[in-house]
């Protein structure tokens, strides 16, 4: 009950003057179009990606979540045009309801307005980064608590985009009314959006990606602002940290012997899901089976 206003978050403007709405995944009770939805899992379970297939507008909008060891969750949006002709569109795509690091799920549950009270959204202008964190640590005593961790979100991929770091404007944007980009925003609902218009060719698509991690130190967020400012090729080693990261599962399930080929590929895919939830209970053995005395001795 609470997808419209948390997670994910797509709306795209299709056409000129006279312009044509679509929401994937909505449950808006506007105009649906001729939809197919598909969902996918990647074989490792490490990956999942949501599509939308607008028959009526012959567009396709999907998005993958996968993971980097390094820098958190990936999110990678692509719009694909389906037609023989070039679209041009305007989009809002990105994540809901982020929550600032130091909001426990006792609070939030409990307390959320209190809760909403101390949130402060900030973004970099010159990186594009997004921080959520709260005002201050909330303790009901007369003590000051200073909040010195954070969420982060930033963007790859998209250059020239306005970016929102919360929801107040999506109303508007759905009406046709230009958006205007967020730089400070106290006491609301975190958010990370991208927002730009754009023509795809024929046949083609374009990709954006999202990154998102939480809990990070000041130093982090400094040194993470520092890498989108001065590094060009940050998205290709986010690229590189999200496949090293696959190849990792795969190496620790490998060593409980998860990697089985049969003929059935189906059986094959559930045996290694089936291995990778109990290495995920129990670990695995390293080093061949080879226990340290030492260590066992005292455990």
């Known amino acids: 009950?609470?997808?419209?206003?948390?997670?994910?978050?797509?709306?795209?403007?299709?056409?000129?003057?006279?312009?044509?709405?679509?929401?994937?995944?909505?449950?808006?009770?506007?105009?649906?179009h001729d939809i197919t939805q598909n969902l996918y899992k990647g074989l490792y379970g490490d990956s999942v990606v949501f599509e939308e297939v607008n028959h009526?507008?012959?567009l396709v909008f999907r998005y993958r979540w996968e993971t980097s060891a390094k820098y958190g969750f990936v999110r990678t949006s692509t719009l694909e045009n389906l037609s023989?002709?070039?679209?041009?569109?305007?989009?809002?795509?990105g994540i809901q309801n982020i929550l600032?690091?130091?909001?426990?799920?006792?609070?939030?549950?409990?307390?959320s307005n209190l809760g909403d009270a101390y949130k402060w959204n900030q973004l970099g202008s010159s990186?594009?980064?997004?921080?959520?964190?709260?005002?201050?640590?909330?303790?009901?005593?007369?003590?000051?608590?200073?909040?010195?961790?954070?969420?982060?979100?930033?963007?790859l991929g998209i250059d020239n985009c306005s970016y929102l770091?919360?929801?107040?404007?999506?109303?508007?944007?759905r009406k046709g009314i230009s958006i205007q980009g967020e730089t400070d925003e106290k006491a609301e609902k975190g958010a990370f959006f991208v927002s730009k218009s754009i023509e795809i060719k024929a046949s083609s698509q374009e990709e954006w990606q999202i990154v998102a991690d939480v809990n990070l130190s000041q130093r982090s967020v400094s040194e993470i602002i520092h890498a989108l400012e001065s590094n060009p090729s940050i998205q290709e080693e986010v690229n590189i940290d999200i496949e090293k990261s696959a190849t990792d599962l795969i190496k620790l399930s490998a060593a409980a012997d998860a990697l089985q080929q049969s003929d059935d590929s189906n059986t094959d895919a559930r045996h290694f899901a089936n291995?990778?939830?109990?290495?995920?209970?129990?670990?695995?053995f390293d080093e061949n089976y080879t226990v340290d005395r030492d260590d066992f001795a005292s455990f």
């Open 1 to 32: 009950e609470s997808h419209d206003v948390t997670g994910s978050k797509t709306i795209i403007r299709v056409g000129g003057d006279v312009s044509t709405n679509w929401e994937p995944f909505s449950s808006r009770p506007f105009l649906r």
């Open 56 to 58: 009526y507008l012959q």
């Open 84 to 93: 023989k002709k070039a679209q041009r569109v305007e989009f809002v795509d």
């Open 100 to 111: 600032p690091q130091g909001l426990g799920s006792e609070m939030q549950l409990r307390y």
């Open 127 to 155: 990186s594009g980064l997004g921080i959520y964190a709260l005002s201050a640590q909330i303790v009901d005593r007369a003590e000051p608590r200073e909040s010195l961790r954070a969420n982060i979100a930033w963007s």
């Open 165 to 173: 770091i919360s929801s107040r404007q999506l109303p508007a944007f």
């Open 275 to 284: 291995v990778l939830f109990n290495i995920m209970r129990g670990g695995i």
